[in-house]
């Protein structure tokens, strides 16, 4: 059985905040996709849902899930989510 971890994440923009919480999205995934561990990350803005934003990941293990929540460039994101997400 595949240890890997599958993850869909479903981020919806406060209004007025849809390009910038896309912006801030598209700026993390050249930095992520090269975190050990990291097999597929990718961003995909709903054409229903202007402003939602579903992320599939895909990580070789628990553990490289656990270390690119703490790495730099998913906590720079992470740091704005209050200010960008409903």
Do not use: K, N
Request: with cysteine; charged share 20%; hydrophobic share 50%.
């Amino acid at each position: 059985m595949s240890e890997h971890v599958h993850l869909i994440a479903r981020l919806v923009a406060r209004e007025g905040q849809e390009a910038a919480l896309a912006q801030a999205v598209a700026a993390i995934v050249p930095a992520v996709l090269e975190e050990p561990g990291c097999l597929v990350y990718t961003a995909h803005e709903s054409r229903e849902r202007p402003g939602t934003i579903v992320m599939y990941e895909v990580w070789e293990s628990q553990a490289a899930l656990d270390i690119h929540a703490d790495a730099t460039s998913f906590r720079a994101l992470a740091a704005q989510f209050d200010e960008l997400l409903d």
